[in-house]
């Protein structure tokens, strides 16, 4: 297939031709060179610049790990077919290496400035001549109480043939000579994950010497009456992508034997250090069945994942600044009574600047209600000391029908996930694992309590995970409900998860994959025929990836017919926007800042300039892609109830959209550019949320806090 050059971008693109999407892989990596731009952004203080770029390498670690891997496996077959773009496996999988060398590049660069700038505020990483006398002498003392006992030097021979290394394992290989006999071997030496890689020296001043750089000034412990004769530090990462084998019974066992596999994938990456001797390096590639093209040389430090722990340094002027959480008024008006206050009405609540606290809260108190008989919950990703679980746990224990809807699925928190329910059945639960073909991945709790002779429902849907760590920095919406019928649409939802029972109908709650894909389109042709109408027609979404090629069609289709467009999406995207009479009223922007952009919103105007009280307002788990419609459970929530329809639309919806300090749009070559204030007022969505006052405060900062945000504006985008 012939690829768009260039200086021909601004071409029209047929309807039908593969060029009207981007490549997801790409667009991937282009989100990585967004938050590495943060990691550049001398604006950032400096040790949240190296928060960004550990983010960036561990990112980049997965995806190898997953849509790399998934991408080799794809060729191992024999086959290379195109993606939706046009493009061959084969050709992807050379774009993407030459990519991430370019990010791996500017990332190590990046870091030696930081490492210089650090030194500007006594933080050291050190070594060699740097090193005084005391401090070569307490190292040796660290080394031989806290390292060496954990170490184990490997010998590679007949007898002793090449260990197994884990993912994102780093080891250091070495030729050796016998003092005595002059014969050589060769060793490996792993590096304990036990242990810091940046050991921390004594005294009050942060100094730290890197793991791998003690280990060697001290390899005659390990190897006594050798010499060494060459080394090289070197790490692997390995295929994760390890299919699931359908046969067993219990989906327990499925998983818990999918994990061990898992831990043993293929290598399909090899990172060393640049200098590594070439007798060296061909060992390796041998021994690990790897070949050069999958072979990275790193000029600098291997693995910036581990630069998240310098991040943990007492120095928060080095740091942005620290800020409390909001509790929501509405909730402290009364006094604390979550069902009291969703008698009177819903409330909103806005995480990270609105406290988390909130839900676990409201499970709280479900828990330790006499009146409560049932709690129903779905779980996809929490974290390792959960209050969430406590609380669901505690429930049960109390006698309390509760049942949660556990999924096995979630990438990387399986083995968490699988411990949390056994702990759960322990105190009584009644624990789901869902589907085999399809993830929960809707984020949902019901509560059913007795009042008076009736029973009322109370519910809380989110856009994120019930996860109180990364609720800190993730920015998600939790919508708290005791509308009758979201509550009943709740519970046909949960008998849909565990008794396989479809619903029949549903009275306002919308579900993939049975009818969010085909409402979607709906609320797009809706739209559609309003700009034929010569009605307002406008269509503001927020996501986290966009890639479903039916959906991005239908908006091609809307911005033809003159439908205004605005998308804010984060990471993927494979709509390529802009483009003469295919997509001229289509923009994406993509914030990246402090927080992770993570809720998922759709507004459409209805008929009526947005934003109105007329504009559709929905919440939702999901993301635009062909996994989360198809192949996943979630739910898209509509917004009815005025207040929280108005802070949804009005401020949240609002804000991102009039960002322009964080903000990156997507051009139609598939290259983002930084957006500029011009002649507005420099405005971050950041900012603005955690100086403004709470979402589900009065009604009255609510309407100054619109007012504010509306001066930004010059145009409105649906004029």
């Given amino acids: 297939m012939k690829r768009m050059g260039m200086n021909n971008l601004m071409l029209p693109i047929k309807p039908d031709s593969p060029s009207r999407f981007l490549n997801r892989e790409l667009s991937t990596l282009a989100f990585q060179q967004r938050v590495l731009q943060e990691a550049q952004n001398p604006a950032n203080p400096v040790l949240e610049r190296i928060k960004f770029l550990s983010i960036v390498g561990n990112n980049l670690d997965e995806f190898t790990n997953v849509r790399v891997a998934s991408l080799k496996d794809i060729l191992a077959t024999g086959h290379d077919p195109e993606s939706d773009d046009g493009m061959r496996v084969s050709e992807q999988l050379a774009a993407i290496n030459a990519k991430i060398q370019e990010i791996s590049l500017l990332s190590q660069t990046a870091w030696n400035g930081m490492r210089q700038e650090l030194q500007k505020h006594q933080i050291q990483i050190i070594g060699g001549a740097q090193l005084t006398a005391a ?26 043939p090449f260990p197994f290394l884990s993912n994102k394992s780093k080891a250091i290989l070495l030729h050796l000579r016998q003092k005595k006999n002059e014969k050589t071997m060769r060793a490996i030496i792993p590096l304990p994950r036990q242990i810091n890689r940046f050991i921390r020296l004594q005294g009050k001043a942060n100094r730290f010497v890197l793991l791998e750089d003690l280990i060697a000034r001290c390899f005659d412990r390990l190897f006594p009456g050798f010499e060494v004769i060459d080394h090289g530090l070197f790490r692997v990462l390995r295929d994760l992508e390890t299919e699931i084998e359908e046969q067993a019974e219990d989906l327990v066992s499925i998983f818990e034997n999918f994990l061990k596999k898992r831990s043993r994938g293929q290598v399909i990456r090899l990172l060393l250090r640049r200098g590594m001797p070439q007798d060296l390096r061909h060992f390796l590639l041998r021994e690990l069945s790897i070949d050069e093209p999958d072979v990275m040389e790193v000029d600098g430090m291997i693995g910036l994942s581990d630069l998240g722990e310098l991040y943990k340094i007492d120095a928060p002027e080095l740091k942005f600044p620290s800020f409390t959480p909001r509790y929501p008024p509405r909730v402290a008006n009364y006094n604390g009574d979550y069902f009291a206050a969703l008698r009177q009405k819903d409330f909103i609540v806005h995480h990270p600047y609105e406290s ?39 429930a049960a224990e109390a006698g309390k029908s509760v049942t949660v809807m556990v999924e096995l699925k979630a990438r990387f928190d399986e083995e968490a996930n699988i411990r949390w329910a056994k702990n759960l059945e322990r105190a009584g639960a009644q624990v789901v ?42 920015s998600d919406l ?21 008794g396989y029972a479809q619903p029949e109908k549903l009275e306002k709650l919308v579900m993939a994959p049975l009818h969010m894909r085909k409402k979607l389109l709906a609320l797009f042709d809706a739209e559609i025929q309003n700009a034929k109408s010569g009605k307002p027609a406008a269509i503001w979404a927020k996501m986290n990836s966009l890639v479903d090629p039916e959906i991005i069609d239908r908006l091609y289709a809307a911005s033809q017919a003159g439908v205004k467009i605005e998308l804010i999406v984060r990471g993927i995207c494979c709509l390529r926007p802009g483009v003469p009479g295919l997509s001229d009223n289509i923009k994406v922007r993509s914030i990246v800042g402090r927080f992770l952009e993570h809720a998922r919103l759709l507004c459409a105007a209805n008929g009526s300039p947005m ?95 619109h007012k504010k945000v509306l001066k930004l504006r010059h145009k409105n985008p649906v004029a």
């Avoid at 399809?438 to 029973?455: C, P």
Wanted: net charge negative.
């Fill in 356 to 394: 988390f606290d909130t839900v676990v809260h409201f499970l709280q108190q479900a828990a330790n209600d006499p009146d409560v008989i049932s709690i129903r919950q779905t779980l996809y990703r929490t974290s390792q000391d959960s209050p969430v679980m406590r609380a669901l746990i505690e």
């Fill in 135 to 160: 401090q070569l002498q307490w190292l040796d003392q660290y080394f031989m109480e806290n390292v060496f006992p954990v170490l184990t030097p490997l010998a590679i021979d007949p007898a002793h």
């Fill in 478 to 498: 939790s919508l708290f409900t005791a509308d009758a019928k979201l509550c009943q649409d709740a519970a046909r939802l949960f008998n849909f998860m565990t």
């Fill in 611 to 705: 934003p109105s009280a007329d504009t559709r307002v929905y919440l939702s788990s999901a993301d635009w892609m062909q996994r989360n419609l198809n192949g996943r459970v979630e739910v898209l929530v509509p917004i009815e109830n005025p207040t929280v329809h108005a802070q949804v639309l009005n401020q949240v919806m609002w804000a991102n959209l009039q960002d322009n300090k964080q903000a990156w749009e997507l051009q139609a070559d598939g290259t983002y550019a930084r957006v500029q204030a011009k002649e507005q007022t420099p405005f971050a969505a950041h900012e603005y949320f955690l100086s403004h006052p709470s979402l589900s405060g009065v009604g009255g900062s609510m309407k100054r806090g």
């Fill in 433 to 474: 694992f869902g589907f085999l073909d399809l993830k929960t991945h809707a984020k949902v709790s019901l509560v059913v309590r007795k009042e008076g002779e009736a029973l009322r429902s109370y519910a809380h849907f989110g856009t994120g995970n019930y996860n109180p760590i990364t609720s800190r920095f993730y």
